[in-house]
């Protein structure tokens, strides 16, 4: 019953590196989610997927890419980390629609980029 | 943009004690979620009220829900040092693939 994992749990990088952060679910849940939590803003959807293949963007989507070849992966890309993306991030799955169903989440990624 | 927003910030009670935390949205919505985050953790679920429903229970917990005032309240009756954690309230006013979350209630049981 492993659930859904992120790893890294934490990662410091430099600015302009590219970070990807992972996400594994083992339910085969249609919808997976990124979210940043932020003093002061709470959580903030970065991206989300319906399906594999199928991706979206949220609230927060600029300077971040996902993307999801198989149905239990959904990985997030900092393509050119910066100091304002220092933050915790955290991987959501749901078995349907968000408006009917719980989201379960992962531990988070707590990343501080220098 | 905050659809629901999470009042107060902060509330400390002792051991024993009701705590209740409200929630307030803008716009109209299907159903509402409460959410507890333990620090240096993840959000677990705690209970889902619909749009039809007013009042839902699970253990110690009680939900309400206020489309008419666009809130919702959750207590937690006799509280225990492990409740402990921020709460979040989350709503789907901005569509049915999303949800969007307050900013949460941090509440602090003391012994």
């Known amino acids: 019953d492993a659930g859904i994992t992120q790893s890294p749990r934490y990662k410091i990088t430099e600015t302009g590196r590219q970070v990807t952060l992972m996400c594994h679910q083992t339910?085969?849940?249609?919808?997976m989610f990124w979210y940043r939590q932020d003093l002061g803003h709470g959580l903030r959807l970065i991206y989300y997927?319906?399906?594999?293949?199928?991706?979206d963007k949220g609230e927060v989507p600029d300077g971040y890419v996902v993307s999801r070849s198989k149905t239990e992966n959904f990985p997030l890309t900092l393509e050119s980390a910066t100091r304002s993306q220092t933050s915790v991030y955290f991987c959501?799955?749901?078995?349907?629609?968000?408006?009917?169903?719980?989201?379960?989440f992962g531990p988070g990624t707590r990343l501080l980029v220098l | 943009s905050q659809q629901g927003e999470e009042d107060p910030q902060a509330l400390s009670i002792q051991e024993g004690e009701n705590a209740t935390m409200n929630c307030s949205y803008k716009t109209s919505i299907n159903n509402l979620q409460w959410y507890r985050q333990n620090s240096g953790r993840g959000l677990v679920h705690l209970i889902l009220i619909r749009s039809n429903e007013r009042e839902k229970h699970s253990g110690r917990l009680r939900v309400t829900l206020d489309t008419s005032k666009k809130s919702s309240s959750l207590l937690i009756t006799a509280s225990r040092a492990a409740d402990t954690a921020s709460y979040f309230c989350a709503t789907d006013g901005q569509g049915a693939q999303k949800l969007v979350f307050g900013q949460g209630t941090r509440l602090t049981i003391n012994p």
């Open positions: 339910w085969s849940h249609s919808y």
């Open positions: 959501a799955s749901s078995e349907g629609l968000p408006i009917q169903e719980t989201q379960y």
């Open positions: 997927s319906a399906a594999a293949d199928i991706t």
